[in-house]
T-cell receptor, first 115, second 110 residues
Framework: SAVISQKPSRDICQRGTSLTIQCQVD?????MFWYRQQPGQSLTLIATANQGSEATYESGFVIDKFPISRPNLTFSTLTVSNMSPEDSSIYLC????????????FGPGTRLTVL | GQQLNQSPQSMFIQEGEDVSMNCTSSSIFNTWLWYKQDPGEGPVLLIA?????ELTSNGRLTAQFGITRKDSFLNISASIPSDVGIYFCAGLAAGNKLTFGGGTRVLVKP
């Protein structure tokens, strides 16, 4: 399985500011994904990040709020823009893996608290 | 969006007991995955199921992919304290998009 790291591991931010979360994987992967996990909840897919093209966002998530970069096959960033307390969540990146790329492996997550 | 129905939402275990949890969906999935998440960590893949009817084991864990492709269960045999955590089922759909169940929180009996 891939080794995935995320930075920062946690942060406390003020309302109205933005935070960029980095995701680094130790091998080249075609597809990377960003998820949100609100307190006590399950994981919800925000967007799929493909290298060389714009990210594909799920219903309820927009590029202006969650811009994503994917400059190469081992790295991606997610920015949470103009934050409000409702954005307090764990943000996780994942990468495809397994035979036929039909599993996903997750990073350790970034725990964000917005005051 | 689509949600998988996972039950139970929580359960208490006593060391040595067998536990079971399951997921159902109104849609068909081609792959079912089971993850465990410990506090402060990302989900860790436990078992992947690729074929309807498939029964797969990983140590004390056993999972099955339902014949209808709309359900899956996970069993933990002879539970130990480190089995505590949150278990998630997930179905993989087109575009490699994962849909997660609501999770089963496994706790130790006081």
């Amino acid at each position: 399985s891939a080794v995935i790291s995320q930075k920062p591991s946690r942060d406390i931010c003020q309302r109205g500011t933005s935070l960029t979360i980095q995701c680094q994987v130790d091998s080249q992967v075609t597809m990377m994904f960003w998820y949100r996990q609100q307190p006590g909840q399950s994981l919800t897919l925000i967007a799929t990040a493909n290298q060389g093209s714009e990210a594909t966002y799920e219903s309820g998530f927009v590029i202006d709020k969650f811009p994503i970069s994917r400059p190469n096959l081992t790295f991606s960033t997610l920015t949470v823009s103009n934050m409000s307390p409702e954005d307090s969540s764990i943000y996780l990146c994942s990468v495809e893996g397994g035979r036929g790329a039909d599993t996903q492996y997750f990073g350790p997550g970034t725990r964000l608290t917005v005051l | 969006g689509q949600q998988l129905n996972q039950s139970p939402q929580s359960m208490f275990i006593q060391e040595g007991e067998d536990v079971s949890m399951n997921c159902t969906s109104s849609s068909i999935f081609n792959t079912w995955l089971w993850y465990k998440q410990d506090p402060g960590e990302g989900p860790v893949l436990l078992i992947a199921l690729y074929k309807a009817g498939e029964l797969t084991s990983n140590g004390r864990l056993t999972a099955q992919f339902g014949i209808t492709r709309k359900d899956s269960f996970l069993n933990i045999s002879a539970s130990i304290p480190s089995d505590v955590g949150i278990y998630f089922c997930a179905g993989l759909a087109a575009g490699n998009k994962l849909t997660f169940g609501g999770g089963t929180r496994v706790l130790v009996k006081p």
